[in-house]
């Protein structure tokens, strides 16, 4: 069964100079929770916006695959994208504080999504939205609809983007970086939300972040990306079992003991910072933050396969560095 | 490209003016009734020695234009240098001090702001008397709100740099940090504001004069020629169309200069 | 909310005395108001008949506590020319230039919406910088000289509008288009910017990610953030376009306001002038407290304070 969000090849770029994203390859089962994950910059957003059309003006998008519940997205007008977007895929972003317009109240903001797309009374529309805020966790949810955005706190506003995001009972939810601007409390009840409502309602999630706390809660599937590109695909439990990109053993590093992080914790104990690739580059993108880049490094990286499911794009075979790694957790333990 | 041409436009006009007393073909205040109302030389019925034609009292279309021009690019200059003053100095007051100086500031602001300004402009210009002079003043003294917006929300913001902050804390006093650190970084809001008013002042004088409230004649105002030869134009299109376009090529280059200005200096979109 | 409409009208109040005092002021700067009113002619023995008559020989003080009282309980003045109320020969004229301006408003609000609408949405486009370009050129055109270009035109030439005079609805087609126009480039740009701003803020994107229709994108959600700088400016463009039509009025022949002030000013007819001075002064102060009043009916986040 192929998946429900199938991405190969995707790339992005904003002018001619310089490419966001780099031929990334993701796809999405039903009911799974998929972590995209990397450093600020790399291309997560870009990435994710690309995928549901909302690319700002001048990206310029092409894919080898982009296929969602095996209809092709490709060719698809503005207008049939549009039609998908809000009823079978939704979005969330990581301003709630400017997400929502300020000038109509939540009621109307979440009732045009379901009247948009399935018509109805915009009674019924404002009761499915009421039971939605309900089922997000706000109380008084009748009260709410009449309020506006600014009467809400960022979680609350937060919680009302993911109602809203539930309004057509989508298949796919993108989430981007949906905690990163709230209260670590706050960011917490969210993602319990976020859970709650996956294993109750199907929901397939594509969780875009930076924090590796939350992919370590979350995630099904993780897809670890640097400089626009996935450096290294697979499932939670074999990527912080045996993390085999360099960049990925980079941001577990100043981790004990995979599989036990603490919550909150940063990427980026890697020295240097994301370098915007140029047009044309060639080799890997890790090269001048990588400790064991050598030569052959700019020529074309190889894609190695650690397990089924597991893959990785590096010069070095599966299984490198793993007595070292071994040792030191051991020599940590003792 | 806008800005190139707008530069040209304006630079040519200055330049009639300058020379206005040396190559206007005719003396610009010289009746002739014996040679009233032929149409410019490209035009039928038009000859080769009155290239724009010439007026209802038979004066050379041509002459009369450039010395316009004289009066257009006065007017514009001098009520750029009065009003400027006026508003740059309020704007300063306010945008500096704040506070209570502020308040009065932005009140005299809403005051002129509500004054209807050409009917102002044409009683004082009736009341006081009609000349060159008065119509500078009365413009100069309506036209500087722009200037005090500009002036004081701009310096709001370069109040609060660092350099300026550095030169307080080495003791500078109050007008040398306003002349000195103040105004150097807000200068290029100014210049564009400037264009903007010039082209403001250069319209209203026009209208004024059409009025028969502005310059008075025999002055050879662009705005007073179209007001004089108005009742020959549904004969003569003409007569109403080599001032006009003359008011609105000036105009038009001016706000292309502004335009550009605007955009090179990366002055804000309000100035 | 309430204290802030109280500020609002405290401050209008005080601009709008402050606009007494100047218009009183404005009519004795020509030094003595008698001699102008008797003319050139006039012998001495004349212009004290005047004086007497028009009450000019009190002090200057007291001349102004009586303008001020007697403009506050609405009575301001006798035309000298007309012998009449002025306040009658204003409200005998305004129909006309009221009319006149708010054409004028509808004109200029139909030409800059549509358009700046439009070239924020193809920002940087050739659409976009053809509409701006209307802009420049329209900023750059003397209104007097448009209305006479119109009426050669409209008038003259293609005989579907009649020349001056507004006895029919027809008489006010080209000075109301004239006198909005005036208002355009101002209006599109900032129709033009707001649009702008609001098309690239983050609430679009989630209108967008709601699959909401274009329409629905930018005439709901865009329109309405960038409606508001709009209709502030919309209510001071319709103050200034109420003034600006004595120039209009004076173009089409039309009997408003503008053209009695216009006629009392070039006749000396000082308390026609003071009058319609403050009159136009109080309605555009009126006009700003209604459009900020209407923002913060259409700000939500003024509203609810
Ligand atoms: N609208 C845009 N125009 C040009 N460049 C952009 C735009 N949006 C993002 N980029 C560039 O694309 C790269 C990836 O950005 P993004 O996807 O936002 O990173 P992140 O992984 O933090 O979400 C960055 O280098 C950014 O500068
Ligand atoms: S390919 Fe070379 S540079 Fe890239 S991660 Fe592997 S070792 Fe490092
Ligand atoms: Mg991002």
């Known amino acids: 069964m192929s998946a429900l969000l199938e991405v190969e090849g995707l790339r992005v770029r904003f002018n001619s100079r310089a490419e966001a994203v780099r ?108 039971s939605l805020l309900g089922r997000v966790g706000i109380t008084a949810p009748g009260m709410r609809l009449a309020q506006y955005p600014h009467q809400l706190s960022g979680g609350l506003r937060q919680r009302v983007m993911i109602a809203m995001a539930l309004m057509c009972d989508p298949e796919l939810l993108i989430a981007d970086e949906p905690t990163t601007a709230l209260d670590v409390t706050v960011q917490a009840q969210i993602l319990r939300l976020l859970m709650e409502l996956q294993r109750e309602l199907g929901l397939a999630i594509l969780l875009i972040t930076h924090d590796l706390g939350i992919v370590a809660r979350m995630a099904d599937r993780v897809s670890v990306m640097y400089a626009g590109e996935v450096v290294e695909s697979a499932t939670a439990g074999a990527l912080f079992a045996a993390p085999s990109h360099p960049y990925t053993r980079g941001l577990l590093a100043c981790v004990p003991i995979p599989g036990t992080i603490a919550r909150g914790a940063a990427l980026g104990s890697i020295p240097g910072t ?56 051991l020599g940590e333990q003792a | 490209m806008a800005g190139l041409l707008g530069v040209l436009i304006v630079a040519g006009v200055a330049l009639m003016a300058v020379l206005a007393p040396w190559i206007t073909p005719y003396d610009a205040f010289a009746q002739d009734l014996t040679m009233r109302m032929i149409p410019p030389a490209f035009m039928e019925g038009g000859r080769p020695d009155h290239l724009f034609g ?218 | 909310m309430l204290i802030f409409i109280a500020r609002r009208l405290l401050l209008a109040v005080l601009v709008t005395l402050t606009v007494l005092t100047a218009s009183f002021a404005l009519t004795r700067l020509s030094g003595d108001l008698a001699i102008s009113i008797a003319g050139p002619q006039a012998t001495s023995e004349d212009i004290e008949i005047i004086r007497k008559a028009y009450g000019l020989n009190r002090p200057v003080v007291v001349q102004f506590g009586d303008w001020v009282v007697s403009a506050a309980t609405g009575d301001l003045g006798r035309s000298y020319l007309y012998h009449e109320p002025v306040a009658r020969l204003i409200a005998a004229r305004m129909p006309t230039t009221l009319t006149l301006g708010l054409c004028g408003l509808v004109v200029a609000l139909g030409i800059a919406l549509p358009l700046g609408i439009l070239a924020a949405m193809r920002e940087g486009s050739l659409m976009d910088r053809g509409i701006m370009m209307v802009a420049v050129v329209g900023q750059a055109m003397p209104t007097f000289w448009l209305g006479l270009l119109l009426v050669i035109i409209f008038g003259l030439k293609l005989g579907w509008l009649p020349i001056s005079g507004a006895d029919e609805w027809d008489g006010f087609v080209l000075p109301a288009f004239v006198l909005g126009f005036s208002a355009v480039p101002a209006l599109m740009r900032l129709t033009r910017s707001g649009m702008v701003d609001a098309l690239a803020s983050d609430y679009i994107r989630t209108a967008r990610a709601k699959g909401l229709s274009r329409a629905a994108i930018v005439l709901k959600h865009a329109a309405r953030n960038a409606a508001m700088p709009v209709v502030a400016v919309a209510a001071v463009q319709l103050g200034f376009m109420l003034s600006g039509s004595v120039v209009i009025e004076g173009v089409f022949a039309l009997h408003g306001v503008g053209y009695l002030a216009w006629e009392s000013i070039s006749k000396n007819d000082f308390p026609v002038v003071q009058a319609v001075v403050l009159f136009l002064a109080v309605i555009y102060i009126a006009l700003t407290v209604l459009a900020d009043m209407l923002n913060a009916f259409l700000d939500p986040r003024l509203r609810t304070q």
């Open chain 1, 23 to 130: 031929g990334v390859s993701i796809a999405v089962n039903k009911g799974e929770t998929h972590c995209l994950v990397g450093e600020s910059g790399c291309g997560k957003s870009v990435s994710s916006l690309a995928i549901m059309g909302l690319l700002a003006k001048g990206g310029q998008r092409t894919a080898d695959r982009l296929a969602f519940g095996g209809q092709d997205l490709r060719g698809l007008s503005e207008r049939a994208m549009s039609r998908l977007r809000g009823d079978r895929m939704a979005m969330i972003f990581q301003e709630p504080m400017t997400s929502l317009n300020p000038a109509y109240t939540i009621g109307s903001q979440m009732a045009e999504v379901l009247t948009r797309h399935r018509g109805g009374s915009r009674r019924a529309a404002l009761d499915r939205a009421a």
């Open chain 1, 274 to 329: 994301v370098p915007r690739i140029a047009l044309g580059f060639q080799g890997c993108g890790f090269r001048d933050r990588c400790a064991l880049a050598d030569a052959s490094c700019a020529g074309a990286v190889p894609v190695q396969r650690r397990a089924a499911g597991h893959e990785y794009a590096c010069r070095l075979e599966p299984g490198w560095g793993e007595r070292a790694l071994g040792e030191r957790a």
């Open chain 2, 54 to 271: 010439t007026d209802q009292l038979g004066r050379d279309y041509l002459s009369r234009l450039i010395y316009g021009a004289r009066i257009s690019m006065l007017i514009g200059v001098a009520t750029v240098i009065t009003s400027g003053l006026i508003g740059i100095t309020l704007g300063m007051l306010g945008g500096f001090i704040g506070g209570r100086v502020d308040m009065v500031v932005m009140f005299i602001i809403t005051c002129r702001l509500s004054i209807p300004l050409i009917l102002v402009a044409l009683a004082v210009v009736s009341l006081v008397g009609s000349s060159l002079t008065v119509v500078v003043m009365t413009l100069g003294l309506l036209l500087w709100e722009r200037f005090a917006v500009v002036t004081r929300t701009t310096v709001m913001q370069v109040r609060t740099l660092d350099y300026v902050a550095a030169a307080w804390a080495a003791g500078c006093s109050r007008t040398h940090i306003l002349l000195r650190e103040v105004l150097p970084n807000i200068v290029h809001h100014l210049v564009v504001v400037a264009t903007l008013e010039m082209a403001i002042a250069i319209l209203l004088e026009a209208a004024l004069s059409f009025l028969g409230l502005g310059v008075p004649p025999p002055l050879p105002s662009w705005g007073l020629m179209i007001s004089e030869a108005k009742d020959y134009m549904f004969f003569s299109p003409w007569v109403i169309m080599v001032p006009g376009i003359s008011l609105f090529v000036l105009v038009l280059g001016i706000n292309f200069m502004g335009d550009a200005l605007r955009d090179r200096l990366g002055a804000s979109r309000e100035a």
